[in-house]
């Protein structure tokens, strides 16, 4: 073969390798660089999330940029900016409250920066702004909550009075978890929330909106509706401090389905657990190659959970993974 020849037939087969290395815009041996702006750590359950992100995100080969807010939305805002000032491909962040986030992601839009939405969702009207929302329907565990208590006071005339644990002020679990039971009570008058204050989400919060209520209301409360098991962990503290008997005396309701959550089941102290998987990481990066790859991302993309009474925690406790 002539000189000639063999020198154009490299050149061909140079090009080609680099095209081949280069699908829909994006190279595929370059590594995507993630940018991630938590909520903070004020569960077990958050502790669980963020570990699974970032396992999710070594056995994936992204390049993880992790940042944690502390529950301040304005910290999530600065995290996110300097993800845009960074360049990265995508970033994904779990919003704390619903509303305030249109200006940030105007930013990243205009960045050419797609945004993927883990664990609670925001209230914005242009939904451009995010590609996707990756978590639990809290309204359903509202409702499978409701179902619950419905089900556990079937034969009883009332009247039930509920003292509510709420989460984080504005923030979507907190709202929905609330609307979720109120849509399968508001028909029965036996149920009446004759008291409801946020314990943030945290075991401190949840003990000292307990304590208070205990004085407030003491025997007249039949249910605690906790709207995590941080919280249910401390008000269950407060009410045995003030002789109160949580599990009997005192029906108690939580949600996230965490190991303390089960451990409290199986002593009798919570009846009944609704599961908010904090396992997201593998899906959020799949949702990220699938992105970066060019593929289009269904908006909602819903975790699949259920709800644990206490009869079947011990049984179950062994296998649960956060
Ligand atoms: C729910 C998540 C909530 C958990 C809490 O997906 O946002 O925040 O229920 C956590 O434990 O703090």
Redesign the pocket.
């Known amino acids: 073969m002539g000189r000639t020849v063999r020198l154009a037939l490299n050149a061909f087969l140079g090009a080609a390798l680099a095209m081949s290395l280069v699908v829909d815009g994006h190279a595929q041996d370059k590594q995507i660089t993630l940018g991630f702006a938590q ?1 903070g750590a ?5 502790t669980a ?1 963020t570990v699974s992100v970032k396992e999710a995100a070594k056995d994936a080969g992204i390049n993880l940029k992790f940042s944690d807010a502390q529950q301040k939305q304005e910290n999530q805002i600065r995290a996110i900016r300097s993800y845009i000032a960074q360049k990265v491909n995508v970033i994904a962040f ?1 919003p704390v409250v619903e509303s305030g986030w249109e200006p940030v992601l105007q930013e990243a839009k205009k960045a050419g920066i797609p945004v993927i939405l883990t ?2 969702a925001i209230d914005v009207k242009d939904k451009s702004l995010y590609t996707t929302m990756i ?2 329907d ?1 309204l359903e565990e509202g409702r499978r909550a409701g179902r619950w208590l419905e089900e556990e006071y079937k034969n009883n005339p009332g009247p039930i009075n509920i003292a509510e644990l709420q ?2 002020v504005g ?3 907190a709202n929905d978890r609330h609307a979720g039971l109120m849509e399968i009570i508001k028909n029965d008058p036996k149920f009446k929330i004759i008291a409801s204050q946020s314990g943030d ?1 945290t075991l401190a919060g949840g003990k000292q909106v307990m304590e208070a209520f205990a004085k407030t209301y003491g025997k007249q409360i039949n249910v605690v509706y906790a ?4 919280m249910a962990l401390g008000a269950i503290q407060a009410m045995e401090e003030a002789g109160m008997k949580p599990g009997t005396d005192v029906k108690v309701v939580s ?2 389905a965490t190991k303390g959550g089960f451990q409290a089941m199986i002593a009798g102290k919570i009846n009944v657990d609704v599961e ?1 998987s ?1 396992l997201l990481g593998p899906q959020l990066m799949s949702a990220v190659k699938d992105l970066v790859a060019g593929k289009t991302l269904p908006k909602r993309i819903v975790t699949k959970e259920t709800v644990f009474p206490q009869n079947v925690a011990a049984q179950i406790l062994p296998s649960r993974k956060y």
Do not use: I
């Not at 004020?42 to 958050?46: M, V």
């Not at 709207?227 to 941080?230: A, G, R, S």
């Open positions: 909520v004020e569960s077990a359950w958050r999330n779990s664990d609670r978590g639990s809290f989460g984080t923030s979507a679990p989400f709207h995590n098991d941080d949600f996230d908010c904090p």
